[in-house]
């Protein structure tokens, strides 16, 4: 079925429901919004970095619901103190500025006097929320009713380096600065604390404001400057300025100085109608840059403002031609800028990023021009997504930053259509590592979707702003939900799309349209029901992969495809056929589940591909594809790269990177890791690092696969995992020393192999927010392990060395619990290992207490025990005091450069395990219990104190109950290796270490932490 004539058919049905949806939903939707009218009058000491204000607002009750309270916010005091909801927001995101700032770099709101009508009423703080307060009204205010509420308020400005209100020295970000009304609306009071991640929802009204600051201030604003000719012509004198130093490539000396304030103040006054929010600027050191537009549709007149200071002179050269030119993309797609001037602050207040307010912006600092023009586009977007319709931005992100993503996207795709994925980093298409010059900048989104879903990480697009991930506020709202408007563009046609769009805001501007009035938008301007669209792309994680299993040509040469819906999500898809790698056909399916046939008109064909243009978010595009000649019809080409690449669905891609690793026995190993690793999880991955030992002339090297599983229930992700590991391990030398015995002795080199098979069992979490992980991990170490026997050959009367090998497998399940929060966090490992021999059970929890930023002791608490063992058993799978060295490690866990080597540097390398203690020593090793206490304390330049404490059963310690040792650690290049060195210890240590001569060097004990390293982790932070 060819869907693209369906639409045409539609047409007329579109105008028709239409004139219908217009008629209809004007009489029968009980629809009302509140009205708010403010006038303040604001004064700037820049001196103590406060405002004191005085505010009298207008407020009209258009609900039929009698008012006896109005809940007001007072977000000032989200920066009061590290209890509020930003504070603790922040902290959950791992930003502890708030939580550890000094009193004077915090701010608040206070001075209050709420009057309503003249009279004093009573008020008060929300219980849980100290930015949210209730003003009681002296008398019920019913429908149409209005009443006139005044308080002076006073604001301490905060630094600005926590969130969008703040001041950097005197540079001031004045934002959600004044005493506001919450919305009322049909739901009832949306009353809510001020979040950095989660923005806004407010009445539209009028604004005017007084501000009063000193003279040589550039004050930059939401609103019209209202008969002020003395203030245009300080603005025109910067302009002209402003445009000299372009022209001249000149710039201001001490650019970045701020220069001392005047005694005299001046007041500007703005007015602003139809607006749901007031922003203002002020710096003395701004440039700025003015030029008009005329809007495509009214011919109005607009004004563009840009405001920037020294340090990004150069990149603000063309700001004003982004803030025109995406004006005129919005007003063209959207409809028409309803207000007379659009602004641009560059301000420092949030690193990369921008901030949207009603006819103004402010954008922090930036790498390059393209990001610029991109971010003030996406900026100056949001007067309409978030300005002119004032959806419930912290409940329905996805309706501002989403569609406004949404025009940004298109935005670069008609701007840039060239510009490539290696841009990201800085860099052009001559960087060709990971093939990110082969990618289009506008798959940035894509990339960041797929990251969450191809790891079942993701969450629904109509997912409430406080209730999504860090990671998936961005890859969700800003990346998921443009992708998939893209997707429904193509499908519905770019035409039909924009015809919708401009309806829906026509419609539902200076209102608060919800999620449903879009929806119903949408599917009258499609013709079709769009229940696919809201089920599985909006309110569902639903996944997709539809996959070309067969081809088959038909005598009359059309094509009978089989189509398989993997993922059971029914959306419509396209299939498309290439030749010579040209699009030259299109067949449009509406979707199934299961599998069907999908027909394809006579025509020669080289291969096809569901969705030819990559706009379908398909989870695994790999199986997209099928030529229709040949036997492997699937077959791709194998792709050898260099270090990863980007995932390229038209190939088999193996990437390599050259290893050099090493150890004692088998010396310098050069090698090869090959491996599958990408941007995104796969299903399958792996890794083989196969190695030749220059000393023991030996392969050597390990490997490791991985299977993905997604279960519906219970658990997020289930990793069957194999690890394989092949090393020597130790010589044995009877050259010299046994000479005796015969010429059959020699030299040995013992190896050990070891086979991991596990499976990683990661629980769902209720609330993907939670910081706490839980998860089990099942698996077995079988380990064979060379050993050597001297036996008396009866035959010859010689004695013989012979190599045999011994099976030291154990079974081992590990219960974790994790806690990752920046202030204590906190983990609980509990594990049993077992073979048919012996069992054992063990512990280890491990704590951090927090003291100051960045400072934490930690506590670390080890406790273990046997539960059964043949005698032999439990002393070779003991437990020991010691951190483990090489020859301790009885699983070979880790990798240790000389496991054996019981001389200088050999067993100097340790490992975290039982005990943990530093101090090398012989005592405490037991055959049936443990415990041990391990604290350290905070972090000074790399060194850290440390005490361990232990206990064992009697009969392994001397004469002492507990043994203890101190000392000091010093972590170099960010815990990737750490040194300890014990400077205090118990009598018996000290006395066994006496006995054997050690000497103070041979004390020094060192070791890797390579789980520090985390590539995946870098990947995602890096991206938002
Ligand atoms: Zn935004």
Same mark, same amino acid.
């Given at each position: ?522 599917? @009258?301007?499609? $013709? *079709?029901?769009?229940?696919?669209? !809201?089920? /599985?792309?909006?309110?569902?994680? =639903? %996944?997709?992969? &539809? #996959? ?115 150890? @004692?026995?088998? $010396? *310098?190993?050069?090698?090869?890791? !090959?491996? /599958?690793?990408?941007?995104?999880? =796969? %299903?399958?991955? &792996? #890794? ?115 190599? @045999? ?220």
């Amino acid at each position: 079925m060819k869907l693209i004539n369906q639409i045409k058919v539609h047409q007329l049905i579109i105008w028709f429901s239409f004139l219908f949806f217009q008629l209809k939903s004007q009489d029968s939707i009980s629809y009302f919004q509140q009205e708010v009218n403010y006038n303040i009058d604001v004064q700037l000491n820049d001196v103590a970095h406060t405002l004191h204000a005085f505010e009298k607002i207008q407020y009209i009750n258009n609900s039929h619901t009698t008012l006896n309270f109005i809940y007001f916010h007072l977000w000032p005091n989200a920066y009061k103190n590290n209890q509020t909801a930003l504070a603790k927001q922040l902290l959950k995101q791992r930003n502890t500025t708030l939580y550890y700032s000094k009193p004077e770099e915090r701010g608040y709101i206070d001075s209050l006097n709420f009057k309503i009508n003249g009279k004093p009423v009573k008020w008060e703080y929300d219980k849980d929320h100290i930015d949210i307060c209730k003003v009681y009204l002296n008398e019920p205010l019913n429908y149409k009713d209005t009443i006139i509420i005044t308080t002076p308020f006073f604001v301490k400005i905060p630094d600005a380096k926590f969130s969008r209100l703040g001041h950097t020295n005197q540079a001031y970000f004045i934002t959600q600065w004044y005493p506001k009304p919450a919305v009322f609306d049909s739901e009832g009071w949306h009353a809510m604390p001020y979040l950095d991640q989660g923005e806004f929802y407010s009445e539209f009204g009028s604004f005017d404001v007084k501000i009063t600051l000193p003279k040589n201030y550039v004050l930059a604003s939401t609103g019209d400057r209202i008969d002020e000719d003395d203030e245009d012509e300080f603005l025109n004198n910067k302009v002209i300025e402003t445009i000299n130093h372009l022209e001249n490539n000149t710039r201001k000396r001490d650019g970045m100085q701020f220069p001392a304030s005047s005694s005299q103040t001046k007041t500007i006054q703005f007015r602003q109608y139809r607006v749901h929010d007031f922003a203002w600027f002020a710096d003395k050191r701004f440039y700025v840059l003015h030029d008009q537009i005329q809007l495509p549709n009214t011919k109005r007149i607009v004004d563009t403002w840009a405001y920037f200071t020294d340090k990004n002179f150069d990149l603000w050269k063309e700001s004003i031609t982004y803030l025109n030119e995406s004006t005129l993309f919005y007003s063209f797609l959207n409809g028409d800028y309803p207000y007379n001037h659009v602004s641009a602050v560059d301000g420092t207040i949030m690193a990369g990023g921008g901030m949207e307010y009603p006819n103004i912006t402010v954008i922090g600092d930036l790498n390059n021009a393209f990001d610029l023009d991109v971010t003030i586009a996406h900026e100056v977007g949001h007067n309409w997504y978030y300005g002119i319709l004032g959806s419930n931005e912290r409940k329905y992100p996805a309706m501002d930053e989403g569609l406004n993503s949404f025009y940004e996207l298109r935005y670069i795709k008609a701007k840039y259509p060239y510009k490539k994925l290696s841009d990201y980093l800085g860099r052009d298409s001559t960087f060709k590592l990971f093939g990110l010059n082969t990618i289009p900048y506008w798959k940035d989104k894509e990339t960041a979707y797929f990251i969450s879903a191809k790891e079942r990480s993701d969450q629904p697009i109509n997912t409430a702003s406080e209730d999504l991930t860090q990671f998936n506020y961005g890859s969700i709202i800003y990346s998921k939900t443009p992708i998939v408007f893209d997707y429904l563009m193509e499908y519905m046609g770019e035409s039909n799309l924009d015809k919708a769009m401009q309806f829906y805001y026509e419609r539902y501007k200076f209102k608060h349209p919800k999620p449903n009035d879009l929806a119903t938008t949408l599917s @009258y301007f499609s $013709g *079709i029901d769009l229940k696919w669209f !809201l089920n /599985n792309l909006i309110l569902s994680d =639903k %996944k997709i992969d &539809y #996959k070309l299993s067969k081809v088959k040509r038909q005598k009359d040469g059309s094509y009978k495809l089989i189509v398989k819906n993997k993922q059971n999500t029914v959306i419509p898809f396209n299939v498309t056929a290439f030749k010579n790698n040209k699009m030259i056909g299109q067949v449009w399916n509406n979707g199934f589940e299961g599998k069907d046939t999908v027909a394809f008109p006579i025509a020669d064909v080289d291969y096809f591909k569901i969705d030819g243009r990559d706009l379908m978010p398909d989870i695994n595009r790999n199986n997209n594809f099928i030529k229709t000649n040949g036997i492997f019809k699937k077959s791709k080409p194998i792709k050898l790269k260099f270090l990863a690449q980007y995932d390229d669905a038209k190939h088999c891609q193996i990437s390599y990177i050259p290893l050099l690793g090493g150890n @004692y026995y088998n $010396g *310098i190993m050069p090698g090869v890791l !090959l491996h /599958n690793y990408s941007f995104f999880e =796969k %299903k399958f991955e &792996y #890794k083989l690092a196969p190695m030749f030992g220059l000393k023991s002339k030996t392969l050597a090297g390990s490997g490791q696969v991985n299977y993905h599983i997604y279960p519906k229930n219970l658990f997020q992700s289930i990793e069957l995992q194999s690890n394989l590991k092949l090393y020597n391990y130790d010589e044995v030398d009877f050259g010299n020393t046994n000479k005796l015995y015969g010429t059959d002795f020699k030299t040995f080199d013992l190896t050990y192999y070891k086979f991991t098979p596990s499976a990683q069992l990661t629980f769902k979490k209720k609330k993907q927010t939670n910081p706490t992980n839980h998860s089990i991990n099942i698996g077995s170490n079988i380990l064979f392990i060379d050993s050597v026997r001297i036996e008396n050959d009866l035959n010859s009367s010689y004695y013989k060395a012979n190599l @045999y090998t011994i099976n030291n497998s154990v079974n081992r399940i590990i219960y974790l619990i994790e806690n990752n929060r920046i202030i204590n966090p906190f983990n609980l490992e509990l594990t049993v290992q077992q073979n048919a021999h012996m069992a054992k059970a063990f512990a280890v929890f491990k704590y951090k207490l927090n003291v100051a930023k960045n400072k934490d002791f930690g506590v670390r608490v080890f406790a273990g025990t046997f539960l059964y063992g043949k005698d032999w058993a439990k002393e070779y799978y003991r437990f020991r005091m010691r951190a483990h060295n090489g020859s301790d490690d009885y699983l070979f866990e880790s990798n240790f450069l000389a496991r054996n080597l019981n001389s200088n540097f050999g067993n100097t390398q340790i490992n975290e395990a039982d005990g943990y203690f530093k101090v090398p020593t012989p005592l405490g090793q037991s055959n049936s219990w443990m415990a041990a206490v391990n604290l350290t304390s905070p972090n000074f330049y790399g060194f850290e104190g440390f005490l361990d404490l232990g206990t064992t059963n009697p009969g392994y310690l001397f004469n002492d109950k507990i043994l203890y040792n101190a000392g000091v650690s010093l972590h170099l290049f960010k815990g990737f290796i750490s040194v300890h060195y014990p400077l205090l210890y118990s009598k018996d240590i000290k006395t066994v270490m006496e006995l054997n001569s050690i000497q103070a060097i041979e004390k020094l004990r060192w070791s890797f932490n390579l789980h520090k390293l985390n590539p995946k982790k870098f990947i995602k932070n890096s991206l938002f």
